[in-house]
């Protein structure tokens, strides 16, 4: 069972990023799959949430508009598509599946699997 995040790199502000989350081993179908950043300094962050089986996205504010989180069932991966991209996005970002749902408290992701992080460096 594991999750690989890639996509991170350096980009200029106001470009845009897709991060992707794979899934082996077992079926992301049946899970709800969140993105999370933690820049230096300060704690990590859900930005975003997706239940897979339906589709339903969660978004938190300070990302709406900018970032689109969406699945390929067929390749069992969930992408993170991220656009007008701003200095403060800097983070390191990582995945993790649960099949508890979409939601903020640390219930939902108590005992899901995570990936590995992927860096987002915002910069000109």
């Known amino acids: 069972v594991q999750l690989q995040a890639s996509g991170g790199g350096l980009v200029q502000p106001g470009g845009s990023l897709r991060l992707s989350c794979a899934a082996s081993?077992?079926?992301?179908?049946?899970?709800?799959v969140g993105w999370f950043r933690q820049a230096p300094g300060k704690e990590r962050e859900e930005v975003s949430c997706?239940?897979?089986?339906?589709?339903?996205?969660h978004y938190v504010d300070s990302v709406k508009g900018r970032f689109f989180i969406s699945r390929d069932s067929a390749k069992n991966t969930v992408y993170l598509q991220m656009d007008s991209l701003k200095p403060e996005d800097t983070a390191v970002y990582s995945c993790?599946?649960?099949?508890?749902?979409?939601?903020?408290?640390?219930?939902?992701?108590?005992?899901?699997?995570w990936g590995q992080g992927t860096l987002v460096t915002v910069s000109s």
């Open positions: 993790a599946a649960n099949d508890k749902g979409c939601g903020y408290s640390n219930w939902y992701w108590f005992g899901a699997y």
């Open positions: 081993g077992f079926t992301l179908d049946s899970y709800s």
């Open positions: 997706i239940i897979v089986s339906i589709g339903k996205t």
